[in-house]
C-alpha cells in the first residue's frame, strides 16, 4: 500500500514537472520562435484533459508556429495532428453516457446492449410526470439512445473508436450532389429538354 501511494506521488511529481519544463522551454524561446508555440502547445494539450478553453489555446499555438513558417511539414503535420486531437476530445463519449467508462472500447456488444438497457429504464420520460424533469429524461434517453446506434453497429462502433465523428457524418458530412434533372451542366453550357 505505501509504495502504491509513494509511486502515484512520484508520478503526480514527474507530470508537474514537465509541465514546469515545457513552461520554462517555451519562456526560453524567442517569441518568434516556431518551436517555441509548438512546444507550447504539446504541453497545453498533454495537460488540457477535457478543459475546451485550454485545447482551444493549443489549437492556436499550433496554427502560430504553422503561421511562422508555413513550409515546414513538421508544423504542417503538428496541426493536422492537433485538430483531429482535439476533435477526438471535444465528442461525446458515449462509453461514458451508457456507464461503460471503464470498459471503454474494449466492451464487448452483450455489455453494450446490457447498459443501454439499464440506461434506457433509468432515463426512459414515461418514468416521470413533472414537465421539467421529462424534457430532461427525454434529452438523456435520446443520448443513451444515440450511444447505443453508435456502439451497437460494429462498424460504427469500430470507427467511433478510431477517434472519427460517426454521427456528423451520417447527419451530412458529404455533401449531396444532385445529378439528372431536367438541366445537365455539358462543359460549361446547359442542355435543356423541350
Not at 514546469?20 to 507550447?40: F, I, M, N, S, T
Not at 492537433?82 to 461525446?92: L, S
Not at 421539467?132 to 473508436?161: H, S, T, V
Request: positive net charge; glycine residues 8%; hydrophobic residues 25%.
Amino acid at each position: 500500500w505505501y509504495q502504491r501511494r509513494v509511486h502515484g506521488k512520484q508520478w503526480y511529481q514527474r507530470r508537474v514537472h514537465g509541465k514546469q519544463w515545457y513552461q520554462r522551454r517555451v519562456h526560453g524561446y524567442a517569441p518568434k520562435d516556431a518551436e517555441a508555440y509548438l512546444a507550447r502547445g504539446k504541453a497545453s494539450m498533454h495537460f488540457a484533459d477535457d478543459d475546451h478553453d485550454k485545447l482551444d489555446a493549443a489549437l492556436r499555438d499550433f496554427e502560430k508556429a504553422t503561421q511562422l513558417e508555413p513550409n515546414n511539414r513538421k508544423h504542417r503535420k503538428s496541426l493536422q495532428d492537433a485538430k483531429f486531437q482535439i476533435k477526438k476530445k471535444k465528442r461525446r463519449d458515449y462509453y461514458k453516457i451508457l456507464g461503460l467508462g471503464q470498459k471503454g472500447k474494449f466492451a464487448s456488444a452483450r455489455d453494450i446492449k446490457k447498459a443501454f438497457r439499464k440506461c434506457g429504464k433509468t432515463w426512459h420520460p414515461d418514468r416521470t410526470t413533472d414537465v421539467e424533469e421529462k424534457k430532461e429524461y427525454e434529452k438523456k434517453f435520446q443520448m443513451c439512445a444515440e450511444a447505443n446506434d453508435i456502439l451497437g453497429d460494429p462498424e460504427k462502433k469500430k470507427r467511433y473508436d478510431a477517434g472519427h465523428d460517426v454521427l456528423g457524418e451520417q447527419q451530412g458530412g458529404r455533401q449531396n450532389h444532385q445529378h439528372g434533372g431536367p438541366f445537365f451542366n455539358m462543359g460549361g453550357r446547359y442542355f435543356r429538354f423541350n
